[in-house]
């Protein structure tokens, strides 16, 4: 009879584990299904993209280029990312002159993304600043101005939206952050060494869009 008891309650154990083992699976199982993909990606500006592919070459010759530093590469990659801008497009950028960019960004408002500009006044000035085409073409842009500190992000939040906006993001990654040393210019791509991340954590998005709310808010 006890060893019936001892038979039973082996069995009964071993069942309870596999029951457990299983909610957990199924659980773990879930949560990566209705994760969104992921994105983390970091590029560095090496010397060899001095003599690599110029940022007007063909998409098929960008592709096909070796070097994993291309600053075309780079320059597409970016161009990308707000291409692929649904809602939202927030770039706090010290210096902002390069005109591929600056192209895609004009696309991006004609698509009727809603589009946010911080930049700093000691930089407006240069003749090749497209923060002037900007302001000409209507989009909102916020210059942080003379004796306050000098404005020297330079970071783009594609469709990191807040509140209950959130819920109608249809951006297939819940919006992109990019980060980096670089200034959107000529010399950022071409002469200098650089970093930049292409990241869609959470958490990150998050903290760059209360920086970047709480910017605007100040530069009013
Ligand atoms: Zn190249």
Known sequence: MRLEITGIMK????????????????????????RSPRLNEVF??????????????KEDAIKKCPNPHCKAKLSRKIIEHIDSAKHLICIA??????????????????????????SDSSMIASSNSQI??????????????????????????????????????????NGVLINGSMNWTANGFDRN??????????HLKSE?????????????
């Open 208 to 220: 760059y869009k209360q920086a970047f709310d709480y910017i605007w808010s100040r530069i009013e």
């Open 44 to 57: 560095f500006v090496m010397s060899n993209a001095l003599s690599c592919c110029p940022h007007t070459a």
């Open 93 to 118: 950028m010290y210096m902002f002159t390069m005109i591929h960019i600056s192209d895609a960004v004009m696309n991006a408002k004609r698509r009727g993304v809603n589009i946010r500009i911080i």
């Open 193 to 202: 060494w650089e970093n930049i991340l292409f990241t869609s954590d959470e």
């Open 132 to 173: 002037n085409r900007f302001q000409k073409s209507g989009i909102n842009v916020r210059i942080a101005g003379d004796g306050d500190l000098y404005m020297h992000n330079k970071f783009c939040l594609i469709d990191v939206l807040s509140g209950e906006k959130s819920k109608e993001n249809t951006h297939p990654l």
């Open 11 to 34: 069995f009964g154990l071993l069942a309870s584990t596999l029951l457990v083992s299983t909610d957990l699976l199924i659980g773990w199982y879930l949560r990566q299904k209705n």
